[in-house]
């Protein structure tokens, strides 16, 4: 079996595009397309976490075309094995703007040598980024111009600040659907899926918020409704995600360090099974393109 090795393209510089309307600026990055900032010009108040080299440096990287870790840091594929990071490539590749208005601008990232080195196929994926009052839109789309099936998963991870305003991380609370009492937690074994989930009773749909929470790792569901709510009776601050369509919601904060930021990351898929190794085409949760086939999958995010 030939090993396939990932060699970064470094060719291109980075820059950054800002769009806004009476409500809200925002920020974003041709690397990876990453959201950089998002600021509510009523509230006075940047919602989006900045980073930091002591945490987390990332701020809102895009998942494509894999969600998670591979175990060992590769998959197979028609007898060939490919590494590939956490989280995908596109995260870490220079995108082109395709399209720029000033409530909205669209990342395009299409295959090339480095792509084609850790992910064997011919694609245009695309994130357009849109304003609408208080909502930043996020669509994530994709054309497969290959001759065969083309095999992925979008995924988001954005981090938020909290606290949001004059309060504390322990004012705030994940508010999800009414409906919403008793999701499936995905369970994880060192960093991978588990074969197992449980349930996870919410009987008043909500998780108070503490970093001491995710000091045993991240939380991840399914079965989580179409929304959620980062929010504190205290300030009255709040970011909304509505994700219907994603089957997995995931919260990360990094662990033991106390740093003020919270991740609400909407998932297609999760990562490897802790006992196997990928082979891509058998892949759990993964999309499944025909050739010249598009598909199209969007979130937003609603800031007070």
Known sequence: MKMVKYIP??????????????????????????????????????????????????????????????????????????????HGFARKMEMTVEEKTDTSVTFRLTDNEATRKQYPFSFVYRVRYALSGDTLEIAYSVENTDTKEL??????????NVPLGNDKCTDYKLVFDSGITEPRQVLFKNNFTDREDAPYPLPDHTIPYSNELFDAGSLFFTEMGDHVTLTSDVSGRFVRLDFKGFPVLGFWHAEDTGAPFLCIEPWESVPTYYDIHDDLSTKAMMNHLAPGGYYKKSYSITVG
């Not at 470094?10 to 998002?38: C, D, P, Q, W």
């Not at 095999?151 to 991870?157: D, E, K, Q, T, V």
């Open 151 to 160: 095999i992925f998963a979008f995924g988001a991870h954005p981090g938020f």
């Open 9 to 86: 393209n470094t060719r291109r510089s980075t820059m950054l595009y800002t769009i806004e309307n009476e409500r809200v600026r925002a920020s974003f990055s041709s690397l990876g397309g990453e959201i950089k900032s998002i600021y509510g010009k009523a509230t006075l108040c940047e919602y989006l976490w900045q980073g930091d080299e002591a945490s987390w440096a990332g701020q809102a990287p895009v998942l494509f075309p894999i969600c998670g870790r591979l175990r060992d840091g590769y998959y197979t594929y028609e007898g060939e094995r490919y590494e590939m990071a956490i």
